[in-house]
């Protein structure tokens, strides 16, 4: 696997996903990938919500169709609490109308699963960029 180019010491980020599984491997990858990297992890959207109110993380990381809070409704909450949150869903779902909420309330990138990890990475090095 490529490296990345950007050292994301101070760099924190909050995962979401509901499935133990993804989220371990999504977890696993990105630690071994960003080995300076803070990881939050949750298993749904209000989880996720709470994390984020309580560490502020630069990144956001998130499945869209997860119980008790979906990621979109999550997102939307973000966005009102920072609206320069960076957010990018990890989703099986690729309907239109995923998409287009997505876009709508301002998710930054949007990865199919499975996941693509080259291009996750590729996605992360580029936020990273912004944020240098």
Known sequence: MQQPRLSFNDVSLLLVEDEIESR?????MLSLNYPGIRIYTADDG??????YRQYQPDLVVTDINMPQMNGIAMAREIKQLNPDATIVA???HSETAYLMNAIEIGMDHYILKPVNY???FRVLDRVGEKSH
Do not use: H, K, Y
Not at 24 to 28: D, F, H, P
Not at 46 to 51: K, P, Q
């Open 90 to 92: 990890v989703t099986a």
């Open 24 to 28: 371990e491997m999504l977890a696993r």
């Open 118 to 120: 080259p291009e996750l």
């Open 46 to 51: 209000r989880a996720g919500l709470e994390l």
